[in-house]
């Protein structure tokens, strides 16, 4: 029987290769060349989808509507559920189906309620704006083979909900599951591209209104004040960069020089929600001669976001580039919703957007927009915007016309090096915040910063910040020019995609570099050893303190690079290494003061001694790690936490040795004995004892059954980020909400296939009922990897091997 299984793949990819032809690979990279006329575009497409361990798919096909098809069907098969639910989003939907007043999942935007984030959405399906991006022509606009993928996608996703039956609880026989259109598909993507723009700034863009007459400002709100938002502003330096509380990721790239065989390798290791839209999917999309491509995909979108081919590796972290800028506008006196440019007044555009609403009558609401973008009320509760009878202020968001991250993941996918990956960089310009870390077969790496930005250059600001843009771009890179000016346009670089963004050539890049590394703080320390500097402050700081994350991770990543002989394992082990940075520097500080207390006791935040004698031998006992087994880890996190970040240190930062700064814990401050003994207090409160190892106190519970998670929270600094809900009551840490998602270590040793490593820690369906939906979470809790089936060899020697081939049968 397996025999014959694998003579019918092998007949299938024979069809298929045949059907494509002997393309070379490079010929992916003219797709808008080739007329496509194997389907016409009411239906006709099919793939074959080979599945292996863990349920992870192999799609193969002719051409990329076909590959689409096979991609839309398989993420339907594993995510129907939360798939659909990111649609009803993109389509301004929620309120009708899940109540205005019911909080959002905040994975395709920063929206608080559904009736705002369905204002936001349907205002832009009524304004055509994705329409618009669409019919753009290459390189601004999407190519014809994105475009094609889409389309697929949307058909291989409704013909799995013609075809099947939903068994997952979520959404079983939800009216909200419905077929989807490519412009669905291409809304989604657009609402990914905005995330850290127009997306953090829902809220304020759907409640601006103009002050009511005879008010200078609405609700008796006052103008922000500049001294007290650049406090705030320095104090969420990082916040503007995307939505960074529940996203970010570690990515390193090794050099030949470092390796065991001269060829590169790439770890890669993003941090990203467990739950909701922004999931990561993990399959291998194969068009023989033309893509092969393993990885993970962001749930909604037809291409690998994170992955390898047979000739280079990537990943993608966090950037601190601020994707956004506000002007500051100059109201005409007789009229709040008309502006001064250069004296002359422009009246600003009135959109009325109506939202069906359940149970209850549609909702209208207006929204008003200027040439520079939508009039915002606020950032958040961080930075209120009011709107006055004299100022208003109106978003700048350069990637609200930004629909190319498909082609720039499809260049990743054809490249053969990381020089090609740079050029699919430079050509499309399509990532809106995140920075690329990959390395090659050749042994080459690459850092770069190169994501969509607003052309704000360091002069720029200077002479055209208002007051306030004073007071928050030195502060968090977040710039506010006055509107009133002409002068102050934003321009454009002679090699960028199109105006109003920088161009390749001002992007922070690093070729080359015995290791390249980045753990969410900015371009300046990708290599400690060559440091990048030169760059403007909307790209990041310069000489400022580095994350103990980051620290960590380039002590970690420079004494590998030191030793040298680099293979897979090498990744393997660092990547569960679980080390704690700050218990490196603090831990034995702490025991040490802990038992020097008198009577061994510390008062508490609430006024009451306590008995911490017991916590003085834990601290000494444990190993600096975060493993679930590491006895000591919970006590020093939930001390460490109640420990104020001010407080915490006796030498301050040093540009001069940015990785080895601050150090020394400040054992003498009173806050440090407060926040040990609330600590105690609050494990021995819940009956936890203080040596009780981590995992049996941080897990996920899957199926009735507890699974312990290893690794630790973002201020501890440990590689393996994990982010979890502290319930006591129900023994700890109950739920991961955020953390290492689609892990991979990749690298090459001579021969036609990659080694590879991958995991996808929440594995691969959301499904309750699917056997994949926890099957590698707990490889994870074990510390395990699944060993990678890249090349045909590989997939069919699979004992897990199963075939699909599926179609578009009406």
């Not at 000739?311 to 502006?339: I, K």
Request: with cysteine.
């Amino acid at each position: 029987m397996r025999t014959r299984l694998r003579r019918i793949v092998v007949a299938a990819v024979a069809l298929l290769t045949a059907a494509t032809g002997t393309l070379p690979a490079t010929a992916a990279d003219r797709p808008d060349d080739r007329s496509r006329k194997e389907h016409p575009s009411a239906g006709g497409l099919s793939a074959v989808v080979r599945y292996t361990e863990y349920g992870i798919p192999h799609i193969l096909a002719r051409d990329y509507a076909d590959l689409g098809f096979g991609t839309g069907w398989a993420q339907a098969a594993d995510q129907v559920c939360t798939v659909a639910d990111g649609f009803v989003t993109v389509r301004g939907e929620r309120s009708r189906f899940f109540g205005p007043d019911a909080a959002t999942d905040f994975s395709l935007s920063s929206a608080s309620r559904n009736l705002s984030s369905d204002l936001y959405f349907r205002g832009v399906r009524d304004a055509g704006t994705v329409e618009r991006l669409l019919a753009r022509p290459a390189p601004a606009g999407p190519s014809r083979t994105a475009k094609e993928l889409m389309r697929g996608y949307a058909a291989g996703y409704n013909a799995w909900l013609r075809q099947n039956r939903i068994t997952d609880p979520t959404c079983k026989g939800a009216a909200w599951v419905r077929p989807i259109t490519t412009l669905d598909v291409a809304a989604r993507g657009y609402a990914l591209a905005v995330l850290g723009g127009q997306g953090r700034a829902v809220d304020g863009i759907t409640a601006a209104q103009p002050p009511t007459t005879g008010t200078s400002t609405p609700s008796g709100a006052a103008a922000p004040d500049p001294a007290r938002t650049a406090r705030t502003a320095r104090a969420t330096a990082g916040l503007f960069a995307a939505d960074s509380a529940d996203m970010g990721s570690n990515a390193v790239a090794f050099g030949g020089s470092t390796t065991a065989n001269g060829r590169g390798l790439l770890l890669g290791n993003p941090h990203y929600p467990w739950q909701g839209g922004r999931r990561f999917w993990q399959s291998q999309q194969t068009i023989p001669g033309r893509l092969n491509v393993s990885g993970a995909s962001l749930l909604g979108t037809p291409t690998v976001s994170i992955g390898h081919n047979a000739h280079v590796a990537w990943s993608h972290t966090v950037a601190t580039g601020v994707t956004l800028n506000l002007h500051q506008l100059t109201l005409d006196p007789a009229d709040p919703t008309a502006y001064l440019v250069d004296g002359r007044p422009e009246r600003m555009t009135k959109r009325s957007v109506t939202v069906a609403v359940q149970g209850a009558t549609p909702v209208t609401r207006t929204q008003w927009w200027t040439r520079y973008g939508p009039v915002v009320t606020g950032l958040g509760s961080s930075l209120p915007l009011p709107w006055t009878t004299t100022t208003a202020y109106a978003l700048n968001d350069p990637n609200s016309t930004n629909l190319r991250a498909s082609d720039t993941a499809l260049g990743f996918g054809t490249a053969r090096s990381t020089a090609d990956v740079l050029g699919s960089l430079r050509r499309t310009q399509g990532l809106p915040w995140v920075n690329t870390i990959a390395a090659d077969s050749a042994g080459h790496t690459l850092f770069t910063q190169s994501q969509v930005l607003p052309r704000i250059t360091d002069e720029l600001a200077q002479r055209c910040s208002t007051p306030l843009g004073r007071a928050t771009y030195p502060a968090s890179g977040v710039a506010v020019l006055d509107g009133s000016r002409g002068d102050c346009a934003l321009g454009r670089d002679g090699d960028a995609v199109e105006p109003g963004i920088f161009g390749p050539a001002a992007l922070p890049t690093l070729r080359d570099a015995p290791y390249a590394e980045n753990s969410n703080d900015s371009a300046w320390l990708a290599n400690a050893d060559q440091p990048l500097t030169g760059y403007q402050r909307v790209f990041g700081t310069i000489g400022t303190a580095r994350s103990l994350r980051t620290r960590g991770a380039l002590e970690d990543v420079a004494a590998l690079a030191g030793r040298g002989g680099l293979t897979v394992r090498d990744l393997q082990q660092q990547q569960y290494a679980n080390r704690v940075p700050a218990a490196d520097l603090a831990a034995s500080d702490a025991a040490k003061a802990c038992a020097a207390l008198p009577g061994s006791t510390a008062t508490g935040s609430d006024g009451q001694a306590v008995d911490v004698s017991g916590a003085c031998g834990v601290l000494a006992a444990w190993d600096h790690k975060a493993g679930t087994g590491s006895r000591g880890a919970l006590l020093f996190d939930r001390f460490w936490r109640r420990l104020p970040a001010a407080r915490q240190w006796k030498v301050p930062f040093s540009a001069a040795d940015p990785v080895g700064t601050p150090h020394t814990l400040d054992t003498d401050a009173p806050a440090f004995a407060t926040a040990l003994a609330d600590a105690v207090a609050e494990l021995r409160a819940a009956d936890i004892p203080l040596d009780s190892p981590l995992g049996k106190h941080q897990f996920v519970v899957r199926g009735g059954k507890r699974i312990p998670v290893p690794g630790g929270t973002e201020s501890l600094g440990v590689w393996n980020k994990i982010e979890a809900v502290w319930n006591p009551a129900g023994g700890g840490y109950t739920e991961v909400t955020t953390g290492s998602s689609y892990m991979q270590a990749v690298g090459w040793d001579g021969g036609r296939c990659p080694v590879a490593r991958t995991l996808l820690t929440y594995s691969q369906s959301s499904n309750l009922v699917s056997r994949h939906h926890d099957d590698q979470t707990r490889l994870f809790s074990g510390e395990k990897w699944v060993t990678s089936r890249f090349c045909e060899k590989d997939i069919l020697s699979s004992p897990a091997l199963r075939v699909v081939r599926v179609g578009d049968h009406r």
